[in-house]
């Protein structure tokens, strides 16, 4: 079989570094169907010669990068500031790919290797691309550290060594059965012996979500499991698959297989299996934003049934416990006395998690309301408000350029303090806001804020997201419309799709959409049984999945363009376009 020749390139990520990849271009350069090829943990693309060569699909350009830390792209070797990291880079390499070869998203199979197909999955879950399959080669969703509490003790030396690194234990012999692979693997002077702590313990904090949230993910998927895998435990790998929304999903084991499926002696067998699925699903049709919604509505509806149901006996006690804590002792924290008295829900209780400065009734008031704003999820709120003002600030500088009039409208701004703070940016620029909320409460503390702080081209006015009428009255149109922290409060997706629609029929010509969405939260149930919203009930959301939020984004006649998500998966922010606008120019 011949060789497929490659070229060189390499292309900037998220945060400005530039990472190498490999093209092998298809046969015919008009093609727009592509492949990605993730490399497993310690490699480099180098060592996906042979797999493009086997897999035979000339039909397709194939890519694939070194990842940060390893064979030619720069960094620390085997290191990354943490594992999201990687699945961003993923998605720029992928954005990259789409804008700089036009090949849509639709037309994009990912092949992932271990801990590479851990990063795809992530990716698939996290920022739902509408990619057209994956295979998943031995996904490391749970490594064999064999050292009894080895996990305990990797926390312990990142809280003490920042950017610790260590070892790894896999040798070619625990790889595969092929001696003459087993001998390539050690004499390959671009393999990256160590891995750092951060992405060794990012590696299974994303797998675990991933794993027990698989419903979320509806892309055909091949998962291919080594039978013998002496790296990582298969079990996670089963139940990862059995969750999977996708109606076009398959796995198979691989009976006597070490971990490097593609490099095992037998390793036509597995990848004839991966060639068969891939130009399988190529033959398929997509599955349309419609099937998407009502399909994913389903699995998380289901979720949000089960939390409007009584807990058992034990757990309620539990939560009731903490429910009385929150109302007696909580009460000496400021934040917990505001999320009380206007609902843990309001734009006055974001606001103040946005201000993140501890302040209660002396040193116990003040230590509650540090563990209080240290929560998990009001730190991710934190993080999304930091992407909100990058988003906007983006997209603000993008429509100002010639020195237009730029025009935003926030149409459930809470105290609209993210706005305020990039009109602050650009105070001498043509930028003006409209800022609308439904409740009054919020409209004066936002008022009082742009007072503080001058800015005069902010005008509050009380308005209702879900009322069509009166958004497509809304003139002149906006450049910028912002929808933050609402949709995911509200469970039915014809008010959300109704208002969607409006918002993209009264946009200018290339104006955006800066939308949020909380496709995950570790404590959705915690925040059901003790927390009230701000009509004095429980506050039980129905999370979205991003996939489910993006459909209904593109059903509105928009298309996302870009996304950022904290590192814990629980909020992100997107910018969409309408779809006729080309994607380069979308960038």
Not at 506 to 525: A, D, F, K, N, V
């Amino acid at each position: 079989m011949r060789t497929r020749k490659f070229n060189e390139d390499t292309f900037t990520t998220w945060d400005g570094e530039n990472l190498f990849y490999r093209i092998w271009p298809a046969a015919d350069p008009a093609s727009d169907q592509a492949l990605i090829l993730l490399h497993r943990g310690h490699e480099h693309s180098g060592r996906l010669q042979g797999l493009v060569d086997d897999l035979d699909l000339p039909q397709f350009h194939c890519f694939a990068w070194d990842a940060r830390g390893h064979g030619k792209s720069p960094g620390e070797r085997g290191a990354a500031n943490s594992f999201m990291c990687l699945v961003k880079d993923l998605d720029a390499f992928a954005r990259h790919l789409s804008i700089t070869q036009s090949i849509p998203y639709e037309n994009i199979a990912v092949v992932a290797n271990s801990v590479g197909s851990v990063i795809a999955s992530t990716w698939v879950h996290d920022y739902a691309p509408p990619i057209r399959a994956m295979v998943m080669v031995a996904p490391a969703f749970d490594i064999n550290l064999y050292v009894p509490f080895a996990r305990t003790g990797l926390k312990l030396l990142r809280t003490l060594r920042s950017g610790a690194t260590v070892k790894s234990y896999v040798s070619p012999k625990l790889l595969t059965h092929d001696a003459e692979q087993a001998r390539a693997y050690s004499e390959d002077p671009e393999i990256t012996g160590n891995i750092c702590v951060e992405v060794l313990l990012g590696v299974y904090e994303a797998g675990d979500r991933v794993v027990r949230d698989a419903g979320a993910i509806q892309v055909p998927i091949l998962v291919q499991s080594a039978g013998s895998d002496k790296v990582v435990k298969t079990g996670a790998q089963l139940k990862f698959f059995d969750g999977l929304s996708s109606t076009r999903k398959q796995f198979k084991s691989y009976r006597g297989y070490y971990h490097a499926l593609f490099h095992e002696l037998n390793r036509a067998v597995p990848i004839s299996d991966a060639r068969a699925f891939l130009v399988q699903e190529f033959n398929e049709k997509t599955v349309g934003p419609e099937q998407t919604v009502q399909r994913l509505f389903e699995y998380t509806d289901r979720e949000y049934r089960h939390l409007q149901q009584s807990a058992s006996p034990m757990r309620e006690s539990i939560f009731g416990i903490q429910r009385f804590l929150l109302g007696t002792l909580g009460r000496l924290s400021d934040g917990i006395r505001v999320g009380l008295s206007t609902g843990f829900d309001s734009g006055q209780s974001l606001d103040y998690l946005y201000r993140n400065r501890a302040g209660g009734a002396g040193a116990l008031g003040r230590l509650i309301d540090r563990n209080y704003l240290n929560a998990v999820g009001w730190v991710g709120i934190r993080t999304r408000g930091d992407h909100l003002r990058t988003a906007l600030d983006g997209a603000v500088q993008r429509c100002s350029a010639g020195g237009r009039q730029v025009r935003i409208l926030d149409v459930a701004t809470g105290c609209g303090r993210y706005v305020l703070d990039v009109l602050e940016k650009h105070r001498d620029a043509p930028v003006s806001a409209v800022l609308r909320d439904i409740t009054p409460g919020n409209l004066e503390a936002g008022r009082r804020l742009a007072k503080e702080r001058g800015c005069l081209s902010a005008t509050f006015e009380r308005g209702d997201a879900f009322k069509a009428e009166e958004l497509r009255n809304t003139l002149p149109r906006p450049d910028i419309v912002i929808v933050s922290g609402l949709y995911e409060l509200f469970p039915d997706n014809e008010w959300v799709l109704e208002s969607l629609k409006s918002i993209a029929s009264i946009l200018s010509p290339g104006g955006r959409l800066i939308y949020t969405c909380q496709p995950w939260h570790p404590e959705l149930e915690t925040i059901a049984r003790t927390l009230t919203n701000r009509n004095g009930d429980p506050w039980i959301m129905r999370r979205r999945t991003q996939a489910e939020m993006d459909a209904l984004v593109e059903l509105a006649g928009l298309r996302k363009r870009e996304m950022h998500i904290d590192d814990l998966g629980i909020f992100t922010v997107s910018i969409a376009t309408p779809r006729n606008i080309a994607t380069r120019e979308a960038a």
